[in-house]
């Protein structure tokens, strides 16, 4: 059975949503301020994504994703990251380049073509920004992780990973000297507003509370 790639999108969007909330369950107005839709449109499409058995969903409920789903998702998920990879390492593209180019990459069908692209790649786990890359079976490395806003002044950390992969703000991580596998020491944090003061190769550098839930560290 064939997908479109807006099928495609949607079901890595609950998968990944999913996974942040460590119940596998996304609600339809999450999912649609995810995808930047209206809520009607998600509901269209979750009718049709329930007709081909991807996922399970009742009007006003959760929607979760059905075994057949959750595979499809993380084989997404798997070629997009793995693209990323080769742009970044191979082909030199930039840190905030290889996500929008990715996404179209991400829903080639060739499975042996990607096979071929993890063998060259020799089996990364990880991609640029960090995030673990599901292997041919779908298995991922998983890690104790938490956003920076939740680290304590006090204490230090390092960033394994972003959220955002937006080209505004992945450049705005790399203007403050930021990148993955960095240490950050965590100086003050702002009751008021969450704003933090934080220190990175030597550099005291104030961020909002909307960059540290971005950035996920151990």
């Not at 798997?78 to 742009?87: A, C, G, I, P, Y």
């Not at 956003?147 to 390092?158: R, V």
């Not at 003050?188 to 971005?214: L, P, W, Y």
Request: one cysteine or more.
């Amino acid at each position: 059975m064939d997908f479109s790639y807006t099928e495609e999108n949607y079901l890595k969007t609950i998968f990944k949503i999913g996974l942040d909330n460590s119940t596998e369950e996304v609600g339809t107005n999450e999912l649609a301020a995810a995808l930047s839709v209206k809520p009607a449109s998600v509901t269209e499409m979750l009718k049709k994504l329930k007709g081909k058995k991807l996922v399970n969903y009742e009007k006003y409920g959760k929607i979760k994703l059905t075994k057949a789903g959750r595979e499809l998702a993380v084989d997404v998920i798997r070629k997009h990251r793995l693209w990323e990879t080769f742009l970044y390492e191979k082909l030199e593209f930039s840190w905030d380049e290889v996500h929008e180019v990715a996404e179209e990459l991400e829903h080639i069908r060739s499975k042996k073509l990607i096979n071929r692209l993890d063998q060259f790649l020799q089996y990364p786990e990880y991609d640029p920004h960090g995030d673990p890359i599901p292997n041919e079976k779908g298995v991922f490395q998983k890690q104790s992780k938490k956003t920076l806003s939740k680290a304590e002044p006090g204490t230090s950390c390092k960033m394994v990973a972003v959220k955002d992969n937006s080209t505004s703000f992945l450049q705005y991580v790399v203007s403050l000297g930021l990148g993955i596998n960095n240490k950050i020491k965590v100086i003050a944090r702002e009751e008021f507003d969450g704003m933090m003061t934080i220190e990175i190769n030597g550099a005291i550098k104030s961020v909002s509370q909307k960059f540290s839930d971005n950035i996920i560290v151990i």
